[in-house]
Structures are given as structure tokens and as C-alpha cells.
């Protein structure tokens, strides 16, 4: 119900709108009868003047004129410019106070008209879908944080860098120093068992220059005895 009250609240104050005014709903205070439509019967929006004088939404006229050219009110035929915009009109409009759409989830602000969409973007009552991939949870925004650390779907890879992925299974009992500390000791093992065959090998190597330099000194002196 909650979310279908706040689509209607959007859809009453949102660019998107085909046509029509504002739903008297979402006004602290009955707005005054001259800044109502007569053909939506809601307060007007981008309001404009016909050439008799009355007031209209302005995709509320430019709707009615397509089937007939008489004002909706008085029937006079609009002739010369289709409209002349109220601007000032529109200013006063915009300095109305609005309910949030989310009083019924806590939300106490009260803001103009103007800033509707800059507060139903940020607005800590407003519901938002869990950022976790597979979750289909609706939490409010001021929750969503809490609900993404303890939501059945929450995932992410071990800040330390271990590569492990963490879960809500397994992120209580990760330990990830003593992870890292047992894949360093595999590490050194690894290096020191290489560092002992290095050092083998070298052994065997010199050994082997020596008996070689041997020979040839033993073969040289033989040399020169002859």
C-alpha cells in the first residue's frame, strides 16, 4: 500500500505525467480555489491563461482545445494565442507545502512544492531495494545499510586480500590473519625446501669444478714432465 501511495504521489507531482494537475492529496492545506483547474479538478500545474481570461493546466487546455476551441468554464471561443503562461502563478504554486509521500513510513518533513523530487531522491523514509544481487527485500532507505550486512544474500571478497569470498556461512568464523599466516608459512616452506636444493645443487657443482680443475693441473704437470 505504502508503495502504491507513493507511485500516486509521484505520478502527481513527477515531469512524467500525461496531464492534469496536482492531487489535492499531497498539500498540508486546502490550496485556494483559484488555482485549481476546472478540468482536472486539481491544483494547477504549468499553468497558463486562455485568451477569456480563465486558468488552466496547460496539458488540460491544449487537450480540451483539440476537441473543441470554447473555454471549458464560461464557453467563450478562444481565439488569437492559444495561452499566455502564468509564471507567477506558477511561482506561488511551487512555494506550496507538500507532505512527503512516506508520512505513513515515519517521514515528518514538510517542503515546497519545488522540492519534491530533490527530497522523495533522498528521503531516509523512502523504500529501496536491497543492493544485494538476488534479494528481493524492500527496506527503507535509512535501514538499507543495517540490511545489507545481515541479509541472507550478502557477499564480499576479504578486504585483507586473502582472495576468500566472504558469506553470511562463513564470515564469522573467517580468520583471515590466520589464513594469510598459514599460506605465508607454505610459502617459506616452499622457498626453503628451493633454497636447500639450490645450495645441494651448488655443492655439487663446485665439487664438480674442483675435480675438473684437479685433472687438469694433474694432467698439465704430466705434461710437463714429459
Known sequence: MVLERAARWMSAVGPAMVGGGYDLEIFTENPDEDLLCSICHGVLRCPVMISCGHNFCR???LQWLKRQQTCPCCRTEVRGKLYVQMHKLKRKINRLQVKCPNEENGCPALFPLLRSEEHAETCAYGLVTCDNEGCPAEVLRKDAAEHGQSCGY???????GCGTLLTPENRDQHNCYM????????????LRVKARRLESLSTQMCRQIQLLSEGLEGAQASANAQ
Open 179 to 190: 589464513e594469510l599466516k598459514e599460506t605465508y608459512n607454505k610459502q617459506l616452506h616452499k
Open 154 to 160: 550478502w557477499s564480499e571478497m576479504c578486504h585483507m
Open 59 to 61: 496539458k488540460c487546455i
